[in-house]
């Protein structure tokens, strides 16, 4: 595994964020019948891409240890975000990845994509983050960099229900 940038590696799994860290939690409901689909575009970092996210990983799927560099902007504003994956799950009840930052990327935390099937049968996708200001910009977009990551989340669900829509 490549050495992370901050302690509490895993914390994401659970749910149980540390404290004195920016948090984020998103959650939303998908069609009952896509839970498969859904899944399989979170583990195989589609979600991301049909986001309109610049994703270059050095697997096919998410999988503990696989590197991921996330990409967003446009031109010289392109801001490159290098992670690696630190758990992911794919049962009938839970299908998603953690994914914590490496050296280079403007934070530091972990943040997860999961969907999940309740015992209901409703289907859901959370988006579950924890963060930090890792570089000097950062820092300095204090509450739009805080924004922007919510944004970010709402963004990913919206975008997980038009999928589902497809298929």
């Given amino acids: ?71 967003l902007g446009v031109g010289p504003l392109r801001m490159s975000a290098p992670c690696a994956v630190v758990w992911a799950v794919d049962d009938d009840r839970r299908t998603g990845f953690g994914y914590g930052t490496l050296p280079g990327h403007p934070a530091r935390g972990e943040e997860a994509f999961v969907v999940s099937r309740d015992d209901a049968g409703r289907v859901w996708f959370e988006v579950v983050a924890f963060s930090r200001p890792a570089s000097p910009l950062m820092r300095a977009a204090g509450p739009v960099g805080r924004a922007f990551q919510r944004a970010y989340a709402w963004w990913l669900g919206r975008t997980l229900r038009r999928l589902c829509r497809r298929a």
């Fill in 1 to 71: 595994m490549p050495e992370l940038t901050y302690p509490h590696v895993g914390a994401t799994r659970a749910g149980d964020l540390p404290a004195g860290w920016r948090h984020v939690r998103h959650r939303v409901r998908l069609p009952d019948t896509c839970y498969a689909t859904a899944g399989a575009a979170v583990l195989g970092f589609d979600l991301h891409r049909a986001a309109g996210i610049g994703i270059r990983a050095d697997a096919d799927r998410a999988a503990p240890g696989v590197c991921v560099v996330s990409r």
